[in-house]
């Protein structure tokens, strides 16, 4: 690790989106022979700093030095001529070719008669000894092999072009522990082979394992670059999630107090709740009237855990009961029958329907329960709508316009009130603030308060720590799949002290990777 | 027939609804027709039993069976799926009725014709809900599914009339197709009718609603909790239910039916007649005025072909033709390349007619 010549040297970067400056002056470079971790929560700019290096958007401002030369990529096939190999999240391989096929394909020797196939496979397999990969056979099908493994074979395919940098873009995100342990190992073994290695990935653990050092971004501006051994877990994590205090104090005391006056009684118990893959078996009791935070980083299993309440993933181990009554939520019909709403982190893919209008937005979901056949009249669809028009000020005030032509916070408000409309006894909120102006977000949080007030239970999830601090009572913590703890808010609860607790319990788990343990204070 | 005459804020407004641009081009083979014969749109009553006869007439009832299954392919295109079988259905639809009256060997009462009606709908209704059950249950792709059903659809059909052309004498089911009510042919108004009470179905219920909801965002309408199978198995019954009434028509005017030949690619015919009312083949969005429109420009094409005298091996050949033009002068893409040009145009000469346009452009952008 030379400090004096970076291989990649990314200056004042800047990627808009119409309305989004995705990347604001970002600057960010990598030395040869380091895994260089690149941190941040979703909306950071990660994605939109990887696609800049590799090619597949094109920067607005800025400049791009590959190996002390200026590079101006116009698609992936320039950032590749210069040295810049990819292996994204989703292992994009041919199944159906075999592993030789994938690994050589565009680079296959090619003798007088075409492609000589006999070399190309003993090129693959020389390949795949590189990486320690000496067991795998090239002729065999790529389908024959774990999804693991073929996240390897992939990392492998990126090396044929003997690239100077590597992106990983989460690569280990479907892998298991063991296959994570291999693929650290070939990591290591190309970076002492020189290459720069950038890995992007929600585990603090393994960044911290793996990486020698970690830019952190957030809302697309660089906020640090630090070597990873001088780098502390709550330092890393209060970066990447901020701090933002100037909203809001006094909702926080409101919901104080009235957690004090409401009674314990539970309106949802769940118990070993989980699915494989996505949340470990977690028990969750949330009480009557109460707003409960699920708190920890993206990737830790809050939505998880939320989607299976809500019956938009069916579990596979646990049970839930509803005021004493065992229930089945195996789908979202069967969840908003039992009166429980969920909105969604995903506004645009999950939330809204784009080309629909306001209003047919807003009435959806009671129109889905009543059946095709019973139409709402348009008096009901208009005294409804004018409701939460009203309720939450949704600009502009023209229940005929397309959902898709407003701004985010509106859109947001014609979500929530979607799922009021529905009358909910258990509201799920994923993420309700997101990219929305410091206005709505009061509007929001406000609401929330209101409606614990009226006795309805509320889910409240966001990655701003803050804000799930000033308005639950009891906040749930997540991490790696897993709940890690449950603190009862009060007054010397504070961002740190989540903070603390995710990152305190990372360093035991090693020893120590079951029970969860239950800090709590008040 | 451009319309380059009238005030272009109307104009153009009305020119973003993609269903204007088959009316104008309904009107252009009109008006073409026309030109070779100023007699072409006369209507004239038959003075000996008073019907209507004319050649929109001939038009209209040409129309007819596509009518029905551009219809039904609305609503399955909507939901972002697509229904290759309507074809098949229908001749399905034309078999078993066609057979049922050749063995019931009975001329004159109605009883026979409504038994073969029933039949047929039923058998075609069974066709689309198995379409449905396929896409909605199994989870297969409509292409697929449908396609499928599309070569067992025929295949079904010769069984049922064991490989044979079979033709029937039936004179209340014939009356389908030939007779008239008050003037108009009864097929004319039966297709009127249905497609009325489709679009009264679709609009004044939720059904459009959620149809459309599903075809714009799939997931976000499952987790607000709308029912996906039963709406997509309602909505290729109804496809082919709908299809099963074109097969009724289509054989009822001749009597027998052709089961290599009847409702032969007549899915290709409304897949085109939905996209030419401006329903877009990824889903979302529907218009059943539109498919009417689309239904009416292809049978209005046909019988201009027809009546041009066009050679039949060039037939397809001109209906491609006219079919592309109007698909780019539909295409957003094409006509924002066009009016650029024009305001580039426009602005090299500075040519004072030009102004007009150039202003209330600029609003339109302004606004937008």
Same mark, same amino acid.
């Given at each position: 690790?030379?400090?004096?010549?970076?291989?990649?040297?990314?200056?004042?970067?800047?990627?808009?989106?119409?309305?989004?400056?995705?990347?604001?002056?970002?600057?960010?470079?990598?030395?040869?022979?380091?895994?260089?971790?690149?941190?941040?929560?979703?909306?950071?700019?990660?994605?939109?700093?990887?696609?800049?290096?590799?090619?597949?958007?094109?920067?607005?401002?800025?400049?791009?030095?590959?190996?002390?030369?200026?590079?101006?990529?116009?698609?992936?096939?320039?950032?590749?001529?210069?040295?810049?190999?990819?292996?994204?999240?989703?292992?994009?391989?041919?199944?159906?070719?075999?592993?030789?096929?994938?690994?050589?394909?565009?680079?296959?020797?090619?003798?007088?008669?075409?492609?000589?196939?006999?070399?190309?496979?003993?090129?693959?397999?020389?390949?795949?000894?590189?990486?320690?990969?000496?067991?795998?056979?090239?002729?065999?099908?790529?389908?024959?092999?774990?999804?693991?493994?073929?996240?390897?074979?992939?990392?492998?395919?990126?090396?044929?072009?003997?690239?100077?940098?590597?992106?990983?873009?989460?690569?280990?995100?479907?892998?298991?522990?063991?296959?994570?342990?291999?693929?650290?190992?070939?990591?290591?073994?190309?970076?002492?082979?020189?290459?720069?290695?950038?890995?992007?990935?929600?585990?603090?653990?393994?960044?911290?394992?793996?990486?020698?050092?970690?830019?952190?971004?957030?809302?697309?501006?660089?906020?640090?670059?630090?070597?990873?051994?001088?780098?502390?877990?709550?330092?890393?994590?209060?970066?990447?999630?901020?701090?933002?205090?100037?909203?809001?104090?006094?909702?926080?005391?409101?919901?104080?107090?009235?957690?004090?006056?409401?009674?314990?009684?539970?309106?949802?118990?769940?118990?070993? #709740? !989980? +699915?494989?893959?996505?949340? =470990? /078996?977690?028990?969750?009791? &949330?009480?009557?009237?109460?707003?409960?935070?699920?708190? *920890?980083?993206?990737?830790?299993?809050?939505?998880?855990?939320?989607?299976?309440?809500?019956?938009?993933?069916?579990?596979?181990?646990?049970?839930?009961?509803?005021?004493?009554?065992?229930?089945?939520?195996?789908?979202?019909?069967?969840?908003?029958?039992?009166?429980?709403?969920?909105?969604?982190?995903?506004?645009?893919?999950?939330?809204?329907?784009?080309?629909?209008?306001?209003?047919?937005?807003?009435?959806?979901?009671?129109?889905?329960?009543?059946?095709?056949?019973?139409?709402?009249?348009?008096?009901?669809?208009?005294?409804?709508?004018?409701?939460?028009?009203?309720?939450?000020?949704?600009?502009?005030?023209?229940?005929?316009?397309?959902?898709?032509?407003?701004?985010?916070?509106?859109?947001?408000?014609?979500? #929530? !009130? +979607?799922?009021?409309?529905? =009358? /909910?006894?258990?509201?799920? &909120?994923?993420?309700?603030?997101?990219?929305?102006?410091? *206005?709505?977000?009061?509007?929001?949080?406000?609401?929330?308060?209101?409606?614990?007030?009226?006795?309805?239970?509320?889910?409240?999830?966001?990655?701003?720590?803050?804000?799930?601090?000033?308005?639950?009572?009891?906040?749930?913590?997540?991490?790696?799949?897993?709940?890690?703890?449950?603190?009862?808010?009060?007054?010397?609860?504070?961002?740190?002290?989540?903070?603390?607790?995710?990152?305190?319990?990372?360093?035991?788990?090693?020893?120590?990777?079951?029970?969860?343990?239950?800090?709590?204070?008040? | 027939?451009?319309?380059?005459?009238?005030?272009?804020?109307?104009?153009?407004?009305?020119?973003?609804?993609?269903?204007?641009?088959?009316?104008?081009?309904?009107?252009?083979?009109?008006?073409?027709?026309?030109?070779?014969?100023?007699?072409?749109?006369?209507?004239?009553?038959?003075?000996?039993?008073?019907?209507?006869?004319?050649?929109?007439?001939?038009?209209?009832?040409?129309?007819?069976?596509?009518?029905?299954?551009?219809?039904?392919?609305?609503?399955?295109?909507?939901?972002?799926?697509?229904?290759?079988?309507?074809?098949?259905?229908?001749?399905?639809?034309?078999?078993?009725?066609?057979?049922?009256?050749?063995?019931?060997?009975?001329?004159?009462?109605?009883?026979?014709?409504?038994?073969?009606?029933?039949?047929?709908?039923?058998?075609?209704?069974?066709?689309?809900?198995?379409?449905?059950?396929?896409?909605?249950?199994?989870?297969?792709?409509?292409?697929?599914?449908?396609?499928?059903?599309?070569?067992?659809?025929?295949?079904?059909?010769?069984?049922?009339?064991?490989?044979?052309?079979?033709?029937?004498?039936?004179?209340?089911?014939?009356?389908?197709?030939?007779?008239?009510?008050?003037?108009?042919?009864?097929?004319?108004?039966?297709?009127?009718?249905?497609?009325?009470?489709?679009?009264?179905?679709?609009?004044?219920?939720?059904?459009?609603?959620?149809?459309?909801?599903?075809?714009?965002?799939?997931?976000?309408?499952?987790?607000?909790?709308?029912?996906?199978?039963?709406?997509?198995?309602?909505?290729?019954?109804?496809?082919?239910?709908?299809?099963?009434?074109?097969?009724?028509?289509?054989?009822?005017?001749?009597?027998?039916?052709?089961?290599?030949?009847?409702?032969?690619?007549?899915?290709?015919?409304?897949?085109?007649?939905?996209?030419?009312?401006?329903?877009?083949?990824?889903?979302?969005?529907?218009?059943?005025?539109?498919?009417?429109?689309?239904?009416?420009?292809?049978?209005?094409?046909?019988?201009?072909?027809?009546?041009?005298?066009?050679?039949?091996?060039?037939?397809?050949?001109?209906?491609?033709?006219?079919?592309?033009?109007?698909?780019?002068?539909?295409?957003?893409?094409?006509?924002?390349?066009?009016?650029?040009?024009?305001?580039?145009?426009?602005?090299?000469?500075?040519?004072?007619?030009?102004?007009?346009?150039?202003?209330?452009?600029?609003?339109?952008?302004?606004?937008?």
């Amino acid at each position: 690790m030379s400090e004096a010549a970076p291989v990649v040297e990314m200056t004042d970067i800047s990627v808009e989106f119409p309305g989004v400056k995705a990347l604001d002056d970002v600057h960010f470079r990598m030395f040869p022979g380091e895994v260089h971790a690149l941190m941040g929560e979703n909306g950071a700019g990660k994605s939109t700093l990887i696609k800049a290096l590799t090619g597949v958007y094109p920067i607005d401002a800025g400049t791009i030095v590959v190996a002390g030369s200026e590079r101006r990529f116009r698609g992936t096939a320039d950032a590749e001529e210069a040295g810049i190999a990819t292996v994204y999240q989703e292992v994009s391989l041919c199944p159906n070719l075999t592993i030789g096929e994938n690994l050589m394909l565009g680079h296959e020797v090619r003798g007088p008669l075409g492609i000589n196939w006999r070399a190309t496979n003993a090129a693959a397999a020389e390949m795949l000894a590189k990486l320690g990969l000496e067991g795998l056979d090239p002729r065999k099908p790529l389908a024959s092999i774990s999804l693991g493994v073929q996240q390897l074979v992939a990392i492998a395919r990126a090396m044929v072009i003997d690239p100077r940098v590597l992106v990983l873009d989460e690569p280990t995100s479907s892998l298991d522990a063991n296959e994570v342990e291999t693929l650290f190992a070939i990591m290591r073994r190309l970076r002492d082979q020189g290459v720069a290695i950038l890995f992007v990935s929600h585990f603090l653990g393994q960044v911290f394992a793996i990486s020698d050092r970690v830019t952190v971004l957030r809302n697309g501006r660089r906020v640090g670059e630090h070597l990873t051994r001088e780098l502390d877990r709550a330092t890393l994590i209060s970066e990447m999630i901020g701090k933002d205090l100037e909203l809001l104090e006094s909702l926080g005391s409101a919901s104080m107090e009235h957690a004090e006056e409401h009674p314990a009684e539970a309106f949802l118990v769940a118990t070993g #709740l !989980g +699915r494989k893959g996505s949340i =470990d /078996p977690t028990d969750v009791e &949330l009480p009557r009237g109460a707003v409960i935070g699920f708190a *920890g980083l993206l990737g830790s299993g809050r939505t998880e855990l939320a989607r299976l309440l809500c019956g938009a993933d069916k579990a596979d181990a646990g049970r839930v009961s509803i005021k004493g009554e065992e229930v089945a939520l195996s789908s979202p019909v069967a969840a908003l029958g039992r009166r429980i709403a969920y909105s969604t982190e995903n506004r645009r893919d999950e939330g809204t329907i784009g080309d629909l209008t306001v209003r047919e937005n807003i009435i959806l979901a009671v129109q889905a329960k009543r059946g095709w056949l019973r139409p709402l009249s348009r008096a009901e669809q208009d005294q409804i709508v004018d409701k939460y028009m009203k309720a939450f000020d949704i600009r502009p005030a023209d229940p005929e316009l397309l959902i898709k032509n407003l701004s985010g916070g509106n859109q947001q408000k014609v979500l #929530l !009130g +979607r799922w009021l409309a529905t =009358d /909910p006894e258990l509201l799920i &909120l994923d993420e309700p603030t997101r990219g929305i102006d410091v *206005g709505a977000k009061a509007e929001i949080q406000e609401a929330v308060v209101d409606l614990a007030q009226g006795g309805v239970t509320t889910v409240f999830i966001s990655s701003e720590l803050d804000e799930v601090v000033r308005l639950c009572e009891r906040i749930i913590v997540l991490r790696d799949h897993q709940k890690i703890a449950e603190i009862t808010n009060g007054p010397e609860v504070t961002t740190q002290t989540i903070i603390d607790v995710i990152a305190d319990h990372g360093t035991d788990r090693d020893a120590d990777p079951s029970a969860p343990t239950e800090a709590t204070s008040s | 027939m451009s319309g380059r005459g009238s005030p272009q804020s109307l104009l153009r407004r009305a020119l973003g609804r993609q269903l204007v641009w088959g009316i104008v081009a309904i009107a252009a083979l009109l008006a073409l027709s026309l030109s070779r014969d100023p007699g072409y749109l006369a209507i004239s009553v038959n003075p000996a039993n008073g019907n209507l006869v004319g050649n929109l007439l001939d038009i209209l009832r040409a129309a007819a069976p596509l009518l029905m299954i551009a219809v039904g392919s609305c609503l399955v295109i909507a939901t972002g799926g697509i229904d290759l079988s309507v074809g098949s259905v229908m001749v399905v639809s034309g078999a078993v009725s066609m057979e049922f009256l050749r063995i019931a060997a009975d001329s004159t009462s109605p009883s026979p014709a409504l038994t073969a009606v029933a039949l047929a709908l039923a058998l075609s209704t069974a066709l689309g809900v198995v379409n449905g059950v396929l896409v909605a249950f199994v989870g297969l792709q409509p292409f697929i599914t449908t396609l499928v059903t599309l070569l067992a659809g025929r295949g079904l059909a010769k069984v049922i009339t064991s490989g044979q052309n079979t033709t029937a004498i039936n004179d209340p089911f014939r009356w389908i197709a030939n007779g008239y009510v008050v003037g108009f042919p009864v097929v004319v108004l039966i297709a009127a009718i249905v497609v009325a009470v489709m679009a009264v179905v679709v609009r004044r219920t939720a059904l459009g609603l959620m149809i459309e909801s599903i075809g714009i965002n799939a997931e976000a309408s499952r987790l607000a909790g709308i029912r996906q199978r039963g709406l997509l198995i309602t909505v290729y019954a109804i496809s082919g239910v709908l299809a099963g009434v074109a097969g009724l028509f289509a054989v009822s005017s001749v009597m027998t039916v052709d089961v290599s030949r009847t409702g032969a690619q007549l899915e290709m015919d409304a897949i085109l007649a939905v996209v030419i009312g401006g329903t877009s083949l990824a889903g979302g969005k529907f218009s059943i005025g539109g498919a009417v429109v689309g239904a009416l420009l292809i049978a209005t094409l046909d019988k201009t072909v027809v009546f041009l005298g066009v050679p039949s091996s060039a037939t397809p050949a001109f209906k491609a033709v006219v079919i592309i033009i109007l698909c780019l002068v539909q295409s957003d893409r094409i006509r924002g390349y066009v009016s650029t040009r024009r305001r580039v145009a426009a602005r090299g000469r500075a040519v004072p007619v030009r102004l007009g346009l150039m202003a209330d452009e600029t609003k339109r952008e302004r606004a937008s």
